[in-house]
């Protein structure tokens, strides 16, 4: 639907945001596209998610990385400008969900009725309106700190911000690949053993995890700042700045909360993990604006830290 939506939009939507008129085309050409990549990549997560229930963590790597590989080979072979960028994106979720259905196969069982029973709807609508709940925050912490800086600063902070962003959430990204393993491990406890089991495990996990990632952050944080501008350029050295800051806050997050976000999503209990992210993005919006006027583009992401 947003597909079909973002058309007429698309315009309006590249006027607000005072981009130059020499990549309105590519502006527009984006945000068309950008909400069939979405269905796409939410596709490829839901048929990861057959694989990841079931603890078939290897079969899921080679889905993964068969493809990227395919990404990869069609960007070397077509792709030349930012249309071509976009169809090549669509081919890889694509690609991932066909790899993810055939390795999943002897999970899968189609019978009737197709639509599940009323129970089960209850049941997971409410968990996952919590999940949404949450996936909404963390949304408004990091796109609605572009739009403001947008609206603040000139657009080429857009893009400053946009590389540290990019940047530090991939380095984010390596421990909250242990997510799904630890999740699933931590909920088959719970199901097989009960809640105490589940506290202890929890112990046992903490215990090595927040070391491991205050330890990796540091280093992190460390050479971060150097990284970016010798792989951009000394123009991009706010982007390296952007994302140190931006990865002083993640290790501590991630650090002190990744267990417990686990833990509570577990035994079913994933409106705690709401009510700690809401209340994290209520003081960001307060702080982001104060800041930005005083400090520019790293008043914006010191808030998002904070």
């Not at 939410?42 to 963590?57: I, M, Y």
């Not at 796109?143 to 800086?149: C, E, G, K, P, W």
Request: net charge positive; aromatic share 10%.
């Amino acid at each position: 639907a947003l597909t079909f939506v973002m058309v007429p939009l698309a315009p309006a939507i590249v006027s607000l945001l005072d981009v130059p008129t020499g990549l309105e085309g590519e502006a527009k050409l984006v945000l068309h596209w950008v909400p069939a990549l979405a269905a796409l990549a939410l596709l490829g997560e839901a048929t990861s998610a057959l694989l990841v229930g079931h603890s078939r963590f290897k079969a899921l790597a080679a889905s993964t990385w068969i493809s990227a590989v395919a990404f990869a080979l069609a960007v070397i072979g077509f792709v030349e400008d930012l249309e071509a960028l976009m169809a090549a994106s669509a081919w890889r979720f694509a690609v991932l969900v066909v790899a993810n259905l055939v390795l999943a196969s002897r999970h899968v069982s189609i019978g009737w009725p197709l639509v599940p029973s009323w129970a089960t709807v209850r049941e997971v609508g409410r968990y996952s309106s919590w999940m949404q709940l949450s996936a909404l925050t963390g949304f408004a912490n990091t796109q609605l700190d572009a739009l403001i800086i947008a609206g603040f600063l000139p657009v080429r902070y857009v893009g400053i911000y946009q590389i540290g962003l990019q940047v530090a959430s991939a380095v984010r990204s390596l421990p909250l690949y242990a997510f799904a393993p630890l999740l699933t491990r931590l909920t088959t406890i719970f199901g097989l053993a009960g809640r105490e089991e589940a506290v202890h495990e929890f112990g046992r996990l903490e215990r090595r995890w927040l070391p491991a990632v205050l330890a990796y952050g540091a280093v992190g944080i460390a050479a971060i700042g150097f990284s970016v501008p010798i792989w951009l350029g000394d123009r991009y050295a706010l982007s390296g700045v952007v994302a140190a800051v931006l990865l002083a806050g993640y290790t501590v997050h991630v650090g002190l909360t990744g267990m417990r976000t686990c833990y509570v999503r577990a035994i079913g209990r994933p409106g705690l993990e709401t009510r700690c992210s809401a209340a994290w993005t209520v003081v960001n919006i307060a702080l982001t604006i104060p800041l930005l006027l005083l400090f520019g583009v790293v008043g914006v992401v010191a808030a998002t830290a904070l």
